[in-house]
């Protein structure tokens, strides 16, 4: 049974955690900054500073279940997590296409599908229900809400944010770093560090100035 360390205690950690123990994995520890110091009680808990000292002791590989993606990177960047301390997990409830590629430390939640060809990166958040079609790129880091489409042949850049139930359609390029409003329809390319709402979507913002 491999052993896991899930980083962040938080309502999407609860998710992470039912993924897991349905998946065979044991959890052995849980780092999160809201714990002061180290306590062991059926499994470690503790802030996140001691990420190296649990993976020494227990032999277990990581999960990030923290939704925001720059947290997610800023914790990997500070604590220098190498790929290879990662599992990539996938519930049971999910359909992932045998010739899709799914990067390290990524998350496929229950009732989400990830069709033929389709290449996601690591670190990222494929939440519940959410689709991801056929030769859809999906950058680093990056995080579909539920029931949020990305449908066929769309480039999705790294640390991009897509709402709930938005749809991005077909051939659709998204910059890095944007973020795609819930309920959104993207019908031409969004440049990065852009933030765009609506049916069709348009960019109300780019970083640093609203437009």
Not at 24 to 52: C, Q, T
Request: proline residues 3%.
């Amino acid at each position: 049974m491999e052993k896991l360390i899930i980083i962040g205690d938080s309502g999407h950690a609860k998710v992470i955690t039912d993924i897991a123990e349905s998946s065979g994995f044991n959890i052995v520890a849980v780092l999160d900054d809201k714990f002061k110091d180290r306590e062991e009680r059926s499994v470690i808990y503790g802030p996140i500073k001691y990420v190296h000292d649990v993976i020494a002791e227990t032999e277990g590989h990581l999960i990030i279940a923290i939704g925001n993606n720059e947290v997610r990177r800023n914790i990997i960047e500070h604590y220098d997590l190498s790929d290879d301390l990662f599992t990539t997990l996938i519930s049971p409830a999910a359909h992932v296409s045998q010739t899709a590629k799914i990067g390290a430390g990524t998350v496929v939640m229950p009732g989400a599908i990830v069709n033929a060809d389709a290449i996601i990166g690591k670190q990222a958040i494929i939440n519940s229900g959410a689709i991801v079609e056929h030769d859809n790129q999906l950058g680093d880091f990056c995080h579909l809400s539920p029931n949020a489409t990305a449908t066929g042949g769309v480039v999705i850049g790294e640390g991009v944010h897509i709402g709930a139930g938005a749809v991005i359609n077909p051939l659709v390029r998204i910059g890095k770093w944007s973020i795609i409003g819930s309920g959104a329809v993207v019908i031409s390319n969004i440049e990065s560090y852009a933030t765009a709402t609506g049916v069709p979507a348009r960019i109300i913002k780019l970083r640093g100035h609203r437009l």
